[in-house]
């Protein structure tokens, strides 16, 4: 199950924060964050080597990411690939015309999803489960963690125990990377939770964290910071991604 979690402080000169780590299959080929789609110009993000798209990506000042919905995880015949989502998303020139422009449409094309789209002004959950229409929500000011439940306030183990920490944490910046990182990279859980309670999830039975992302996104006209590590924060390190192959300023 991956994991997001976001902070939105309007005003703050990173007024939206995200942090998210991607569990998957160990042997599930991937590349790291990079230009890798000549036909989505400007966008930046890891690609899965399976289906061409990507969990996570970025465009100019907008995020964009997808985690499945639960029983959903992997491939299926006859749907097409939700990483192709993202991409689609950051084709719309903010977060919020790509939410206006996705709700209502048909989700049965895909297996189910919860599809986050951000930007400096506003952020979005996108939900489509099965067939009927996508269903398109404003996540509200604060910290707001995004499970495969969706917007998770403490269904799951791993909201229960981990949200509270990330909402008693200050809003982070670059300068203070490091307290969110570690926040991301806790491998404790809830008394019988197990390896569903953990935000890094270890390797077992071949599945685990095989990513980890922080993103800030800059008030004005700054440069968004894409850090991230390929594993679990804290056991690979989280390094800046080079955004400015796709036309956008990289972060010093």
Known sequence: MCTLVISRVPGAPWPTVIAANRDEMLDRPWDPPAAHWPTHPGSVGGRDRLAGGTWMAMAGGMVAAVL????????????RSRGELPLAALGHAT???????LDGQDGSAWRPFNLVVADAASAWLLVGDGPGPIAATALPEGVAMITAVGHDEGETARARLHLPRFRAAPHPSPATADAWAALLSATDAEPGAGPRGVLAVLPDRGYGTVSASLVFLPAGDGAPLWLFAPGPAG???????????????AQP
Request: hydrophobic share 55%; net charge positive; charged share 10%.
């Open 235 to 249: 056991r690979a390190r989280l390094a800046p991604v080079a955004l400015a192959r796709a036309g956008v300023s």
């Open 95 to 101: 977060a919020g015309a790509a939410a206006a422009a």
């Open 68 to 79: 499945n919905r639960p029983g959903s995880l992997g491939p299926a015949a006859g749907f």
